[in-house]
Structures are given as C-alpha cells and as structure tokens.
C-alpha cells in the first residue's frame, strides 16, 4: 500500500527571523488567509487582552516575545500545510534548531528597514547544513526602508544564494503603493488595515501601463527600472536548484496589513516541496545499515523533535511533538519507542492549532502529531510500528552558561527533581547531575533560558529556587574506544564528571584550557561539542 496521494498534499515549513521581524504576525496572516481562524489575536486570555496565537505561555504574554515553537496546521487549496512557528529569540536558538530537522521547507522573514541581522544568519547556516529549501518575505514595506535592491544584495551575500524576485515593491513608507506580481503581471494595490483580506485588494493588469504610470507617477517609473535591474541580475526562477537551497524566491510585503501574505500562501503550496525520503540506521544484528525511508511507504514511522511539559496547566501532561516520516496514523495503533523498545501508549493524540487541539483521525507523513504521554519518550526518540530503525540528526550543543539550582525550601525536593527530569526532557533547558553528588546544574545557550526555567519552576511546580554562578564555563560529552580508557578517565576527573538528561556522561570544564590538558593527559578519549540522540556523538574534538 502507497499513501503517495496523501504525501503529496502535504506542506511542512517552519517560520524563522530574527527578534521583532514580524514573524508571529505573518504566522498570524497565513492562518487568516488560509481560514484557519477568523480574527488575528483570536486566542484571547480571558481578560480578552489579545496575545499572537501562537504565543501561549505566560512568561511569553509578559515579554511579548515567542520562547517555544508552536505547531499550526491549515487547510489551504486542497493541501495540508504544517506550520512551525520558532522562537526568534537567540537564546532558544536550540529549539529552533531541532524544529528544523523536522521541516521539509523555511520561509525566512526579514524586516526591509534592517536586512539580515544576526540571529537570521545562524539559522541560515543550519538550512545550508541541511540543503532546506527558503523562501523570503521581505516584510515591513509601508515603514521607511531600505532599498529594494540593496536589500536583496544582502540576502544574497548571507545566503549564499541567489535571490528570484517573485513580487516587487512600488514605493515604501508613506508612499507605498503596492506590489508587482510577476507570477500573474499584474499590480496589487496597497491600502492599509489589518482587516482587509486578499479578495478586498485591488489589482491592475501590468498591459495598463498607463494607467499605473498616471497613478502612481514617479513611484511607478523608480519601482520599474529598479525591478528590470533586479531581473536582470537574477537567474530565472528553477524549481530544481531552489529545492536543492541554492535560490531563494523573495517577496515584498507588509503582515500587519495582511498585504503581499496571499502570495507566499500560494508560494507555499505551488513551489515548496512534499515530505522528503529520510535516511535511518537499521539494526541488523546490532550492526546499524542504513536505510531511505520513502514518506509513502505503508510502515508507521516518527521522530520527536520536541517535547513540551505542562502546556495544559490543568492536566500537567507532556506532549511529545513527533514528525512523520511515513506511513499513516490511526488512533488505537500500537507504537514502540526504539530507544526503550517499550510500547508506547498516548492517552491522546492530537493536531494543533496553537492552543485548540483536535483529535487526529488519520494523519501521514509531513504531519506534525502530538503524543499525551507521561514520561519515557524524550527528544530525539524514533518511534514506530514495529520497524527497528533509528533517526539521527537531531542535535544538542554544549552550553556556555552555566547555574547551580538552590532550591529555597528543602521539602520540595520531589517536585524539583520532577520538574528538572521533564524540563531536561523537553530541551528547554540542559540538566547536568554530578557524578559525586551536590546540587544540580542547569546548562544554557543564553541568559533568558535560565529565567524561563526558574519562572516555570515555580508555577508548573510549586518550586522556589535561586539560581547561583558557578566556576563551570563550559561541558564536553565524552567518549573512549574502551570501557578501561572511559574508566580510568573518569576515575582521574571524578569532580568533572556529569550525567545529562539522557544520562549521556559529560566533562565539565572551567575554562578552554581545561579540555586541551585533558585531551593531551588521555589522546584516547574523545570529547565532542555536540551530541545527537541516542547517545551518538558528533563534531570534532576539543
């Protein structure tokens, strides 16, 4: 049995930017225009002060700012499009990172007034790693901005990449007329307002030159020349080498009012690609092949990318997030977590829509499907029908932050190793639990993680801590031919060594030097930067 039907209708792409590019407001824009929901903000607290829809933890209403990635999926234009919303912020760079193994695509937002800033270029670089096709939206376009052109040069040098402009702008700011299709040849003409919807704009034929050049006057005649330049330096627009990420089709526009959004809607489901093959390890008497995994295959197979504790405060549940990679799903299937090979028993199984959940019917590969669990699946595991494979390539990167956990009330004990287990678990922060005893550390990438984990803490559960220095700067996961060479290394470092989440062994480290005596002390262990799943370490030593 095939489900290439199914397959092909599928859309998976994550949104990624920097901070304040305007990317939980298109999120907001595609689920409007797609019918998702009815009006932006539409997921109100029950004050009825309006937060983005896909912001939903507290912690994110009081700063404004996305610090989980959420999951939408929509019905637009007969197919089925899985959006994952990304925290911009450079601090949760992590969770980004592994939303981004489990996307076929990536629409990248850039702000037109400041270009690519710095936490853009860090995700480009993991869509490089990865050869993900990106499209761009280049948004902001009734504020005062920068040159069209210059803007697209900038992209292009990032990138790496050359630029297909499929829309051009006409004006900017208070001028701002519109934009040129250049897929249809005709103009859309601006008007501002956060309730209009595509239907509302007009939209002038590109044959009535005169009219437009009468209309728009020297906006008209700036946006023609600068848009000929741009084509003219721009290859023509191929499908092969855009999904292979070496061009990018860039569109102009502004998400507040709901204008240019149609377009990278139907961007999204004409050029963005179906659910790719995966590559896994298959076990074959321990000795792992590997194996391309065809979405369409009949076989039930997923990763979990990511794993949230508590996002129902009322039920204190975990959901795994799991990204299929073939097969189909059906309620009442019997699932196994390879790690463990234990049966996996959800009580639900779900889709999103940011905080509304359905109970999925049927859900196949590119679908993003939420697990109810209660422990024994983390980030990373593969799950499936029974197949023994294993995907790989989810990473986890060594913190540079470090905070030992003083828990303020000493009865509380309990709760604060539950709630250090599952937010260990769920990537939001890293755990380390030294070998000789003491208290615990917390590792981070950046500053706000910490004050994320101490505010969850306390209201998921009930848990007082202080957060307090330390003398550690950085950790290596460490690795040796021989259980004897592991043994007598951990035996020289017994005050270095940690166990992580996973219980994957760790060396702590004071300072860069710490590792290279370390290294020159015992050649024959191995000390690795990054780790992925299942133990399997990666990235070169030191």
């Not at 103009?187 to 005169?210: C, H, K, N, Y």
């Not at 795994?320 to 097969?327: E, K, L, T, W």
């Not at 697990?371 to 023994?388: C, P, R, S, Y």
């Not at 910490?450 to 290596?476: I, M, N, S, W």
């Amino acid at each position: 049995m095939t489900y290439a039907h199914e397959t092909r209708r599928r859309r998976t792409f994550a949104i990624i930017s920097h901070p304040d590019a305007g990317k939980t407001t298109l999120t907001e824009k595609l689920l409007l225009f797609s019918g998702a929901i009815q009006i932006a903000g539409s997921v109100k607290a029950r004050k009825a002060s309006r937060h983005a829809t896909s912001d939903w933890m507290e912690i994110e209403k009081q700063r404004g700012i996305s610090v989980a990635s959420s999951v939408m999926q929509m019905l637009y234009r007969e197919h089925v499009i899985n959006l994952l919303d990304t925290p911009g912020h450079k601090d949760f760079s992590e969770d980004t990172y592994r939303v981004l193994t489990a996307v076929d695509s990536a629409l990248m937002v850039i702000d037109a007034a400041n270009g690519v800033e710095a936490q853009t270029r860090r995700l480009i670089e993991v869509c490089r790693q990865r050869d993900t096709p990106i499209i761009t939206f280049v948004n902001k376009m009734d504020r005062e901005v920068r040159d069209p052109l210059d803007i697209l040069d900038e992209v292009e040098r990032e990138l790496g990449m050359p630029c297909v402009p499929m829309t051009w702008p006409v004006g900017q700011g208070k001028s701002f007329g519109g934009i040129i299709n250049l897929r249809t040849q005709a103009m859309t003409v601006f008007d501002s307002g956060s309730e209009r919807l595509p239907q509302d704009f007009e939209t002038i034929a590109l044959t009535e030159q005169a009219q437009l050049a009468e209309r728009f006057g020297l906006e008209w005649q700036t946006a023609m020349d600068s848009m000929e330049l741009a084509t003219g330096a721009s290859p023509t627009f191929d499908e092969a080498a855009f999904l292979a990420g070496q061009q990018t089709p860039v569109f102009f526009g502004s998400g507040v009012n709901n204008f240019g959004v149609m377009e990278v809607l139907d961007a999204l489901v004409d050029l963005a690609p179906a659910p790719k093959p995966r590559t896994s390890n298959l076990l074959v008497n321990k000795q792992p092949v590997v194996k391309e995994i065809q979405p369409e295959d009949s076989a039930f197979s997923g990763v979990v990318f990511k794993v949230q504790a508590n996002m129902d405060a009322n039920h204190r549940d975990r959901i795994a997030f799991v990204r299929m990679a073939s097969g189909k799903y059906t309620p009442g299937m019997k699932l196994k977590v390879q790690r463990t090979a234990k049966e996996l028993r959800p009580t639900s199984v779900v889709t999103f829509l940011s905080q509304r959940r359905e109970a999925v019917d049927e859900a196949y590969a590119g679908d993003i499907i939420g697990f109810t669990t209660h422990g024994g699946v983390q980030l990373g595991d593969t799950i499936t029908d029974g197949a023994n494979l294993q995907f790989t390539g989810l990473p986890f990167f060594a913190p540079e932050l470090f905070m030992t956990v003083i828990l303020k009330n000493p009865l509380r004990t309990k709760q604060l190793q539950t709630g250090l287990d599952q937010l260990g678990e769920e990537g939001a922060i890293q755990v380390f639990k030294p070998e000789i005893g003491g208290p615990m550390l917390l590792g981070a990438v950046g500053q706000l993680q910490f004050e994320v984990v101490q505010h969850r803490l306390k209201a998921e559960y009930d848990c007082d801590v202080r957060l307090e220095g330390c003398q550690y700067t950085g950790a290596r996961w460490i690795t040796a031919d021989t259980p004897a060479e592991l043994r007598e290394f951990t035996n020289a470092y017994p005050q270095r060594m940690s166990l992580d989440a996973a219980g994957t062994l760790a060396y702590l480290c004071t300072s860069p030097y710490d590792v290279r005596l370390a290294q020159e002390r015992f050649p024959k262990i191995h000390f690795h930067p990054l780790r992925e799943h299942a133990g399997l370490a990666l990235g070169s030593a030191g």
